[in-house]
Antibody
Framework: QLQVQESGPELVKPSESLSLTCTVS??????????WGWIRQPPGKGLEWIAS???????YYNSSLKSRVTISIDRSKNQFSLKLKSVTAADTAVYFC????????????WGQGTLVTVSS | NFMLTQPHSVSESPGKTVTISCTRT????????VQWYQQRPGSSPTAVIY?????PSGVPDRFSGSIDTSSNSASLKISGLKTEDEADYYC?????????FGGGTKLTVL
């Protein structure tokens, strides 16, 4: 059974970078047709798609965050990562990793989410 | 880019039927599939409908999805409401290499 799990620091200072990793287990990050993505949810608010990376390495970004975001794959570790630069309090959110695609077009496996707080 | 607009909240009694709408602001709702996710407090979202009207394994047939090109919207219908259906529901679609979520609808079953 495919599982994804987020990891990374829970507290980041303003103006610094937020880095999160999603570890994939029970399946391969090289699975054909799969997208690996990051979605966030500020406290009490809705879901916001941040970025996705295709199994081939093609990357896709939310235009409102594109200038600050990088998504990448580490095939040797079966992981994918998110880096968000120059964070502010507005970036405080629960960050989810999830997988999309393959045989069905939806986000079908989600991590439990990790709360990242931006504060000095 | 397009947006997906949902009502902020809906409420209905147990045993009744509720429909949640999701309107696409630009481009055709039929161009790309619409998904619906349920999120209970403190939990990750889980899909209840994908590809407009398909149910993932384990989702009861009380949940159904549809699209209406005349109103450029998608709908999630939940029949035979149970208290456990109380949650936030998000629609989601995709176009031109971007994924978009609706703002979410809080369903209260009272």
């Amino acid at each position: 059974q495919l599982q994804v799990q987020e990891s990374g620091p829970e507290l980041v200072k303003p103006s610094e970078s937020l880095s999160l990793t999603c570890t994939v287990s029970g399946g391969s990050i090289n699975s054909v047709g799969y997208y690996w993505g990051w979605i966030r949810q500020p406290p009490g608010k809705g879901l916001e798609w941040i970025a996705s990376i295709f199994y081939s390495g093609d990357t896709y970004y939310n235009s409102s965050l594109k200038s600050r975001v990088t998504i990448s794959i580490d095939r040797s570790k079966n992981q994918f990562s998110l880096k968000l630069k120059s964070v502010t309090a507005a970036d405080t959110a629960v960050y989810f990793c999830a997988t999309y695609g393959g045989s069905s077009e939806f986000f079908h496996h989600w991590g439990q989410g990790t709360l990242v707080t931006v504060s000095s | 880019n397009f947006m997906l607009t949902q009502p902020h909240s809906v409420s209905e009694s147990p045993g009744k039927t509720v429909t949640i709408s999701c309107t696409r602001t630009s481009g055709s709702i039929a161009t790309n599939y619409v998904q619906w996710y349920q999120q209970r407090p403190g939990s990750s979202p889980t899909a209840v409908i994908y590809e407009d009207d398909q149910r993932p394994s384990g989702v009861p047939d009380r949940f159904s999805g549809s699209i209406d090109t005349s109103s450029n919207s998608a709908s999630l219908k939940i029949s035979g409401l149970k208290t456990e259906d109380e949650a936030d529901y998000y629609c989601q679609s995709y176009d031109s290499s971007i994924w978009v979520f609706g703002g979410g609808t809080k369903l209260t079953v009272l």
